[in-house]
């Protein structure tokens, strides 16, 4: 397997819903934050589907019609509640073997995603996550999906082409990020939303585990 040329040098993943079990908290600190303000709450699918874009714009979507000026507001309380349980959250089973895995084949890893840098600083402290990826992008340092810029920037910083670039993620914001950027894309099915949106996107396969995910890189990446 290792002897196989490799299609893909450059392998970015999503990380709420992709690598890391946190969407059920993201919605229900979406949630908490808006009964706080006593505005309308919504729903679990409502919620879930602005994961994955930055904290500002997925707020403006989760809430409309929310006077712009609270928004802050908003985003200070979701942070109160997300960064309140955060400690209980882990990466997904086999996560980590998976990206050792790919590590040991030389691609290079990075991360896109919609959190804050502060917020993945502070994961990637994590003893067994330092040094293992080559290269992270936020949405604050750089735009919100699908906006190509971020998966764009990595591209760059490792002179890679879009077609030797791996988008991987759960939402339709991370695969229209790759086709924004030219890229490939993989898409999986336990994270925030529903396979069923996926299609229009076209990834190169929908995979329902972390194994299948490991197992589908291992053989075709």
Not at 10 to 33: C, E, K, N, P, Y
Not at 39 to 64: F, M, R
Not at 129 to 155: C, H, Q, V, W, Y
Not at 173 to 192: E, F, K
Request: proline share 5%; aromatic share 8%.
């Amino acid at each position: 397997m290792n002897s196989r040329p490799r299609r893909f040098d450059l392998i970015v993943f999503d990380w709420d819903g992709t690598l890391f079990d946190s969407t059920a908290l993201i919605v229900r600190s979406i949630q908490a934050a808006c009964c706080d303000l006593g505005v309308q709450v919504p729903s679990d699918s409502e919620a879930a589907y602005v994961i994955g874009l930055g904290l500002q714009e997925a707020l403006e979507h989760a809430v409309p019609g929310l006077p712009r000026e609270r928004y802050p507001e908003l985003a200070q309380r979701y942070r109160q509640h997300y960064f309140r349980s955060q400690h209980e959250l882990a990466l997904f089973d086999g996560a980590l073997g998976m990206l050792h895995a790919l590590k040991e084949r030389n691609h290079w890893l990075a991360v896109a995603t919609g959190k804050n840098r502060r917020g993945l600083d502070e994961l990637l402290q994590k003893p067994e996550l330092i040094g293992l990826f080559d290269a992270t992008r936020t949405a604050d340092e750089t735009a919100s999906k699908p906006n190509p810029l971020m998966l764009n920037e990595l591209m760059r910083e490792f002179g890679v082409d879009a077609e030797r670039t791996l988008m991987i993620g759960d939402t339709t914001h991370d695969l229209q990020l790759a086709d924004n950027a030219g890229a490939a894309s993989l898409a999986v099915s336990y994270g925030a939303h529903e396979p069923e949106a996926f299609e229009q996107h076209q990834p190169l396969a929908v995979l329902h585990s972390t194994a299948e995910l490991q197992d589908w890189l291992l053989a075709n990446a």
